[in-house]
T-cell receptor
Framework: GNSVTQMEGPVTLSEEAFLTINCTYTATGYPSLFWYVQYPGEGLQLLLKATKADDKGSNKGFEATYRKETTSFHLEKGSVQVSDSAVYFCARLTDSWGKLQFGAGTQVVVTP | DTEVTQTPKHLVMGMTNKKSLKCEQHMGHRAMYWYKQKAKKPPELMFVYSYEKLSINESVPSRFSPECPNSSLLNLHLHALQPEDSALYLC?????????????FGPGTRLTVL
């Protein structure tokens, strides 16, 4: 069935390291794709989104490109900070009813 | 302003209590959502309201009762909950239901059922 698959965490990095979190989806058509971030004890914040193939979303140094050939939407950041420690969720919009389907989430831990 | 507010932040209740969670947005959004999030899991959709009408109920037990008094407010009434209902309850809103619209989430209410 349709799904969103993220790489498992936790991912532990040193400050200023390069971060990649893989996300792939299965779906009919080309759904809108999102990355949300959840800091400890908080709700979800939209990090970036892409609504069609080849779109690139970017925000706060994070980027992700909607690749229909590989059905992927990998999240990248060139130089992480301790403040980027959080859980990152990839999500797709499933249908016109507004249902978001989330991946399992990837915990990222950045150490000084 | 992309703020969704939720009250209370924390709630502890017994299995025989009745309580309500509240959510508010002033972005003019016409779709509002309730999600449940267990620890170390992604959010799970519970209900969707579109133009103040319930459009999705994801087979949620009747001890959870949503209400949308107007386009800015969304409530979740709780009655006779079980300990396994302890979770973070998240509210979200979007311009319209569906399409490419972004859902904006509130900070959540952390519910503990004793």
């Amino acid at each position: 069935g349709n799904s969103v698959t993220q790489m498992e965490g936790p991912v532990t990095l040193s400050e200023e390291a390069f971060l990649t979190i893989n996300c792939t989806y299965t779906a009919t058509g080309y759904p809108s794709l999102f990355w949300y971030v959840q800091y400890p004890g908080e709700g979800l914040q939209l990090l970036l989104k892409a609504t069609k193939a080849d779109d690139k979303g970017s925000n706060k140094g994070f980027e992700a490109t909607y690749r229909k050939e590989t059905t992927s939407f990998h999240l990248e950041k060139g130089s992480v900070q301790v403040s980027d420690s959080a859980v990152y969720f990839c999500a797709r919009l499933t249908d016109s009813w507004g249902k978001l389907q989330f991946g399992a989430g990837t915990q990222v831990v950045v150490t000084p | 302003d992309t703020e969704v507010t939720q009250t209370p932040k924390h709630l502890v209740m017994g299995m025989t209590n009745k309580k309500s969670l509240k959510c508010e947005q002033h972005m003019g959004h016409r779709a509002m959502y309730w999600y449940k999030q267990k620890a170390k899991k992604p959010p799970e959709l519970m209900f969707v309201y579109s133009y103040e009408k319930l459009s999705i109920n994801e087979s949620v037990p009747s001890r959870f009762s949503p209400e949308c008094p107007n386009s800015s407010l969304l409530n979740l009434h709780l009655h006779a909950l079980q300990p396994e209902d302890s979770a973070l309850y998240l509210c979200a809103s979007s311009q319209e239901r569906g399409g490419p619209d972004t859902q904006y989430f509130g900070p959540g209410t952390r519910l503990t059922v004793l």
